[in-house]
Nanobody, 123 residues
Framework: QVQLVESGGGLVQAGGSLRLSCAASGRTFSTYVMAWFRQAPGKEREFLADITWSAGRTNYADSVKGRFTISRDTAQNTVYLQMNSLKPEDTAVYYC????????????????WGQGTQVTVSS
């Protein structure tokens, strides 16, 4: 069974940076796509970025392009989300997700989810 465990969230001032980690276990991920989503109170879960495990091919939502960077360490089975120039509107619970196959942005396409980590950006 795939397990995803996020870490690295916290409180940061506007303009600051955070790096989220997602430790993945349970199987070989060579054909998997790993993604980051977030959900703010009262809002739908939002796609941020994804990366293919093997080739490292990435996609980003327009809202975070140029500020957030997704990466993976295949030796450590870990996916990262480097977040720079954070804004108060980035405040949300951030989730790591995984699926086997192609890259998609829709939440329903993802089979495995972590428990989430809270990111709060103060103004």
């Amino acid at each position: 069974q795939v397990q995803l465990v996020e870490s690295g969230g916290g409180l940061v001032q506007a303009g600051g940076s955070l790096r989220l980690s997602c430790a993945a276990s349970g199987r070989t991920f060579s054909t998997y796509v790993m993604a980051w989503f977030r959900q703010a109170p009262g809002k739908e879960r939002e796609f941020l970025a994804d990366i293919t495990w093997s080739a490292g091919r990435t996609n980003y939502a327009d809202s975070v392009k140029g500020r957030f960077t997704i990466s993976r360490d295949t030796a450590q089975n870990t996916v990262y989300l480097q977040m720079n120039s954070l804004k108060p509107e980035d405040t949300a619970v951030y989730y790591c997700a995984a699926r086997n196959g192609f890259q998609y942005r829709e939440t329903v396409r993802y089979d495995y989810w972590g428990q989430g980590t809270q990111v709060t950006v103060s103004s």
